[in-house]
């Protein structure tokens, strides 16, 4: 079983070797790695530590983790759940709590298409030491994807076989970062297998699911890091040998500032966390390159809809319990129809089922309604999403290519995404192209979005920011180099010592896939170069098996 892993606010000690800021792959591959080489680490996260049931289950409780921010606009906790940011022209939805971003995604684990690391926007070291294969390896053995046996059973993926008669392309099953069977993981955590209700989007309640929360975060409390949570981080300053970092209380205007002292620091906030604290701190007088907050890409992200048709789809989860005996929903994502373009790689794509869920479920006649999309709507009110129309309701996640020329600014203290244009890319119009083509060969409709008429619109949005603190051979070109050490001016290669960002903020182009395997490689592969250069050592055995060898 796993025990809570973060200790009370008023435990921090003054100054830690390394203090990791942000919890999800980044921060966690970081404090694992680092406490196993003898480092004392201290891990902060601005949201709350969610243990397994305690997940909202429930439209009242969902609310309640809803938090949303636009302009001077702000309702919700700052320590929900789901962090979303409302954009003039592209939405941006980030995960909160000890976790990150893993606790509420669908957990899809894909390496990119070899050309996507070939391409100039990389650091040459990237694709030359041999070190980013044995990042992938060591995120692998530590998430452990899997893709589920019996997927071709699921009427969803059955679904999504139809969908891909429109290209002439096979479904193939999506590995995803979730135990379908009893376990015990590399952190010595028991996990039980999923129970497949489709929840996994409103995080896992029964523990079935490899987040970071339940990987990593174990793994360097056992090795010794003291985690901290609902402490928010307003920048860091650089001092005579090494580092402080000014936080505050996530959720108390009147909390007092505070800081920590350390060697060296992690920032792995989360593409937007991560460069909001870099600004913030080049502000404070820190130097930086001139690249800072350029390159953000949404990752060609959409999620869009088709419904209609005779078949049904069965993508609406029930939880646990199930809150309706019927059909097994599967995993979040099962299937993927994969449409790579062998001449131009950014014309590629991932078509992905998906599954809304259950704590969603009374909301969704109302979405389809205020949309005017389903006449049938009303029956939904009467038999209920699991039996009415929205049975028949298809979810599509997709990835692709834009061209990443996107900037993340400040704008009186608030982090802003600007991005002109953005809904002209490309990518959005070969997309709804394509989906059309889907929802036609089933015989549905295609919703682009089923809020176009709410306040939202039809804006684009994205669940995987990346960029902002790019990668680049020097600061000319970069944030960061290949290493994930942070460019001490506006020009040549020079570092600033113990400084990492180490997330999606360092990914300097799309990918074309869902990012957490990539972000994961990158930081265990940043972790060793770390390692090296400071004469540290570290061992990625598995708790159990490094037990069983001492006994």
Not at 45 to 60: C, D, I, S, T
Not at 98 to 125: E, I, K, M, Q, T
Not at 170 to 193: C, H, I, L
Not at 430 to 458: C, F, H, Q, W
Request: with cysteine; charged share 20%; hydrophobic share 40%.
């Amino acid at each position: 079983m796993q025990t809570t892993l973060s200790l009370p606010q008023d435990a921090m000690k003054p100054a830690y070797d390394v203090v990791v800021v942000g919890s999800g792959y980044g921060g966690g591959v970081s404090a694992s790695r680092l406490s196993r080489a003898g480092q004392r680490v201290c891990v902060i996260e601005r949201g709350r530590e969610v243990p397994a049931g305690g997940f909202p289950a429930r439209l009242p409780e969902l609310r309640r983790e809803l938090q949303l921010s636009g302009g001077t606009m702000r309702s919700g906790s700052k320590t929900g759940l789901y962090d979303f940011r409302i954009g003039a022209d592209i939405h941006v939805l980030v995960g909160c709590g000890l976790g990150g971003g893993s606790l509420v995604n669908a957990g899809v684990a894909l390496r990119p298409d070899a050309r996507v690391f070939a391409d100039a926007a990389w650091p040459d070291a990237i694709n030359k030491d041999g070190l980013l294969d044995l990042g992938f390896e060591r995120a692998e053995a530590m998430l452990r994807p899997a893709r589920y046996g019996n997927a071709a059973a699921l009427t969803k993926y059955r679904a999504l076989e139809t969908a891909g008669a429109a290209f002439g392309r096979a479904t193939v099953a999506s590995p995803v970062t979730v135990s379908f069977e009893d376990t015990e993981n590399a952190a010595g955590v028991t996990q039980a297998a999923c129970t497949l209700c489709g929840d996994c989007c409103s995080g896992c309640n029964v523990g079935a699911k490899n987040t970071v929360a339940a990987t990593y975060l174990p793994d360097a409390r056992a090795h010794g890091a003291e985690i901290f949570t609902e402490l928010t981080v307003d920048y860091i300053e650089k001092r005579d040998g090494g580092w402080r970092v000014h936080f505050a209380p996530s959720g108390d205007k009147n909390g007092e500032a505070r800081h920590v002292d350390a060697r060296s620091v992690v920032l792995a906030a989360g593409t937007l966390g991560s460069t909001e604290i870099l600004l913030r701190s080049r502000d404070q007088g820190l130097k930086c390159s001139d690249r800072l907050g350029t390159r953000f890409s949404a990752n060609g992200d959409i999620i869009a809809f088709a419904l209609g048709g005779s078949e049904r789809v069965n993508a609406i989860g029930v939880g646990e319990p199930p809150k309706f005996d019927g059909d097994t929903v599967g995993a979040c994502v099962a299937g993927q129809i994969e449409l790579p373009d062998e001449k131009d790689l950014d014309r590629g794509m991932i078509i992905e089922e998906g599954v809304l869920p259950s704590a969603l479920a009374p909301l969704l006649p109302v979405f389809f309604i205020s949309g005017g999309r389903i006449l049938g709507a009303a029956q939904s009110l009467i038999k209920g999403v699991y039996q009415g129309p929205l049975s028949h309701l298809r979810t599509f996640f997709v990835v692709s290519h834009d061209d990443a020329d996107g900037r993340l600014v400040l704008d009186d203290g608030r982090l802003k995404v600007r991005w002109p244009n953005v809904a002209e890319q490309p990518v959005y119009k070969r997309v709804d192209e394509a989906l059309t083509k889907v929802a036609d060969t089933v015989g549905g409709r295609y919703i682009k979005s089923p809020l176009a008429a709410t306040s939202m619109g039809v804006t684009p949005a994205t669940a995987h920011p990346l960029g902002g603190c790019g990668m680049g051979e020097d600061a000319r070109r970069g944030v960061v180099n290949h290493k994930c050490q942070v460019f001490a001016d506006t020009n040549g290669e020079d570092v600033h010592d113990g400084l990492y960002v180490c997330d999606g903020a360092v990914i300097p182009r799309s990918i074309g896939c869902n990012p957490l395997l990539t972000i994961t490689a990158l930081t265990e592969r940043a972790m060793v170069h770390l390692a090296r250069d400071h004469n540290l050592g570290f061992d990625t055995e598995p708790i159990r098996e490094a037990e069983q060898a001492a006994s």
